[in-house]
């Protein structure tokens, strides 16, 4: 089993849904958690980060569920704009401190 | 604020050749990160230093890949000698804080080509 795993994709969506991501981690003790948004041919960007209790930002919902090891982002209301790979990312700390990208899911809207 | 340098931004090489690659990370940010990004692998850390100290080269695929960060505002990535399973875009990344649990900012890349 890979370390992160993510929806495959594409997601092909009209402007205005709602759409969700899921990904899943197969270490328990991960310690922090991301979602990088990476347009192409640029490099990832910080969307935000995924606290215990989820959080929001604007459109953005992140969530984090540490008993079935996995987090989930939902965009609502969804723009031309967020046209983009979503990428979630997993921290590990121990004797070397990891950081670990999971391959991302393609996200399409379309007018 | 100037973000994270990379240079070149394109390289094109022949197998073989020696290919170095610079970065120059955000003022002030304590960790810097090597990222190789791939279709068919996806973003894979490299190698990652805390001030300066190499912490995890667990990354580095080869003895060809060697990384070096001398200051606190420069590291090289170096490919000697270079094959043509090496292109890839090769991404810099700084962090505030040492670790890994900071926020990333990401350098615009090098596309590196390999023939």
């Known amino acids: 089993r890979k370390e992160v795993e993510q929806d495959p994709g594409p997601f092909n969506v009209p402007e205005g849904a709602t759409v969700a991501f899921n990904c899943t981690y197969s270490?328990?003790?991960?310690?922090?958690f991301f979602w990088y948004r990476q347009d192409c041919r640029k490099e990832p960007k910080l969307l935000m980060s995924?606290?215990?209790s989820g959080n929001e930002d604007g459109r953005f919902t992140a969530q984090l569920n540490r008993a079935s090891q996995y987090i989930s982002l939902l965009i609502r209301d969804s723009k031309l704009s967020d046209s983009a790979t979503y990428l979630c990312?997993?921290?590990?700390?121990?004797?070397?401190?990891?950081?670990?990208f999971g391959p991302g899911t393609s996200l399409s809207v379309i007018p | 604020d100037a973000g994270v340098i990379q240079s070149p931004r394109h390289e094109v090489t022949e197998m073989g050749q020696e290919v170095t690659l610079r970065c120059k990370p955000i003022s002030g940010h304590n960790s810097l990160f090597w990222y190789r990004q791939t279709m068919m692998r996806g973003l894979e850390l490299l190698i990652y230093f805390n001030n300066n100290v190499p912490i995890d080269d667990s990354g580095m695929p080869e003895d060809r890949f060697s990384a070096k960060m001398p200051n606190a505002s420069f590291s090289t990535l170096k490919i000697q000698p270079s094959e043509p399973r090496d292109s890839a875009v090769y991404f810099c990344?700084?962090?505030?804080?040492?670790?890994?649990?900071?926020?990333?900012?990401f350098g615009p890349g090098t596309r590196l080509t390999v023939l």
């Open positions: 990344a700084s962090s505030q804080t040492s670790g890994v649990t900071d926020t990333q900012y």
């Open positions: 270490n328990s003790a991960s310690q922090s």
């Open positions: 995924v606290y215990s």
């Open positions: 990312v997993v921290n590990e700390l121990g004797s070397y401190d990891k950081v670990i």
